[in-house]
């Protein structure tokens, strides 16, 4: 039996999905058609949208009759979209979520009312900073849950994670790329313990700073923080620190009664400082902000939920920080 496809490149992909209705296919072929355009992978965009492989591979059977194209095909171990699909792509990812709302009715949303977990990437700082507003968040979606899990370890790469999950909350600059809003600011202190001997009058010196071991958050191979990058402009190599670890708030513990020093955001040493019995001092190498905003995928801006819930979560940080009740 013959299996090749030719491949079309029709001049509009949208064409293609219109006549993917006009000839009486169904519709919900394109819900794995998204996920397996976005996942590039089987089993991944069966996993999401919680088909098992045989049924998302019968599903991509009938997609590639449908478009009369491969979709994915494999190269080395991994698997890459046609031309076709990439076109299709950004047609799918606007047009399904204007077919889920118009088979909903357009019905008001109501968080009260709302069943869904909402997936959030960012660091346990990130957790301590933004639990109160999460809490008053969630406090209005009964229904509703959140599931945070890590920064992504290749953060150049970070479109198809903007996508699969809901948010990504980090700083600019490490190479997440998509809709943004502003939460809040903080600044890089330098965490030590206050008897380590580098420190004269409280104040630790550049020069000290360099020649400390260092203890590192480090959340990916790829991954830098702005003081990673302000630290190599001026030529400090923190690649093989005396102690890693995967979360900036272990750091505190590890520092405490030794001679290491490590770079943390001041309100976390504010909070674990007293409860670890470490200081934060002024970082000798420039003041640096910590911008954290709140990321997201343009194609959700066409779901209700999930503007609902960005939106909700922004005001609640904001109140928050404005000594508010929201």
Same mark, same amino acid.
């Given at each position: 039996?013959?299996?090749?496809?030719?491949?079309?490149?029709?001049?509009?992909?949208?064409?293609?999905?219109?006549?993917?209705?006009?000839?009486?296919?169904?519709?919900?072929?394109?819900?794995?058609?998204?996920?397996?355009?976005?996942?590039?992978?089987?089993?991944?965009?069966?996993?999401?949208?919680?088909?098992?492989?045989?049924?998302?591979?019968?599903?991509?059977?009938?997609?590639?009759?449908?478009?009369?194209?491969?979709?994915?095909?494999?190269?080395?171990?991994?698997?890459?979209?046609?031309?076709?699909?990439?076109?299709?792509?950004?047609?799918?990812?606007?047009?399904?979520?204007?077919?889920?709302?118009?088979?909903?009715?357009?019905?008001?949303?109501?968080?009260?009312?709302?069943?869904?977990?909402?997936?959030?990437?960012?660091?346990?700082?990130?957790?301590?900073?933004?639990?109160?507003?999460?809490?008053?968040?969630?406090?209005?979606?009964?229904?509703?849950?959140?599931?945070?899990?890590?920064?992504?370890?290749?953060?150049?790469?970070?479109?198809?994670?903007?996508?699969?999950?809901?948010f990504?909350? @980090?700083?600019?600059?490490?190479?997440?790329e998509?809709?943004?809003?502003?939460l809040?600011?903080?600044?890089?202190?330098?965490?030590?313990?206050?008897?380590?001997?580098?420190?004269?009058?409280?104040?630790?010196?550049f020069?000290?700073?360099?020649?400390?071991?260092?203890?590192?958050?480090?959340?990916?191979?790829?991954?830098?923080?702005?003081?990673?990058?302000?630290?190599?402009?001026?030529?400090?190599?923190?690649?093989?620190?005396?102690v890693? @670890?995967?979360?900036?708030?272990?750091?505190p513990?590890?520092?405490?009664?030794?001679?290491?020093?490590?770079?943390?955001?001041?309100?976390?040493a504010?909070?674990?400082?007293?409860? @670890?019995?470490?200081?934060?001092?002024d970082?000798?190498?420039?003041?640096?902000?910590?911008?954290?905003?709140?990321?997201?995928?343009?194609?959700?801006d066409?779901?209700?939920?999930?503007?609902?819930?960005?939106?909700?979560?922004?005001?609640?940080?904001?109140?928050?920080?404005?000594?508010?009740t929201?």
């Open positions: 039996m013959d299996t090749s496809y030719r491949t079309n490149t029709p001049s509009a992909p949208g064409a293609s999905i219109r006549t993917m209705a006009s000839n009486g296919y169904d519709l919900k072929l394109l819900v794995p058609l998204r996920a397996l355009l976005e996942e590039a992978n089987v089993t991944r965009a069966g996993e999401r949208v919680q088909m098992g492989q045989s049924s998302m591979s019968t599903a991509l059977a009938r997609l590639r009759t449908v478009f009369n194209d491969e979709l994915l095909v494999r190269v080395g171990r991994d698997y890459e979209l046609t031309p076709l699909a990439r076109l299709l792509l950004p047609q799918v990812q606007l047009t399904l979520p204007l077919i889920e709302r118009v088979l909903a009715g357009e019905q008001v949303f109501d968080p009260s009312t709302l069943q869904r977990s909402f997936s959030i990437m960012m660091t346990d700082y990130g957790v301590m900073r933004l639990r109160g507003a999460l809490a008053r968040t969630l406090a209005d979606a009964p229904g509703m849950a959140v599931d945070v899990v890590p920064l992504p370890e290749r953060p150049m790469e970070s479109e198809r994670d903007l996508i699969t999950h809901d990504v909350i @980090t700083v600019p600059g490490i190479g997440i998509g809709e943004s809003a502003d809040l600011v903080d600044e890089y202190v330098c965490l030590i313990d206050p008897n380590n001997s580098a420190l004269v009058d409280g104040e630790l010196s020069e000290r700073f360099v020649a400390l071991p260092q203890a590192v958050a480090q959340f990916g191979r790829l991954h830098f923080t702005p003081a990673d990058r302000r630290l190599r402009e001026l030529g400090v190599d923190r690649s093989e620190p005396r890693t @670890t995967g979360s900036f708030l272990s750091l513990s590890i520092v405490a009664g030794t001679d290491l020093v490590a770079v943390v955001p001041r309100k976390l504010e909070v674990m400082g007293p409860v @670890t019995g470490t200081i934060g001092v970082a000798p190498f420039g003041a640096l902000p910590i911008d954290l905003k709140l990321w997201w995928h343009e194609t959700h066409s779901d209700a939920a999930h503007v609902w819930f960005r939106r909700r979560f922004i005001d609640a940080v904001q109140s928050e920080l404005h000594g508010a929201a």
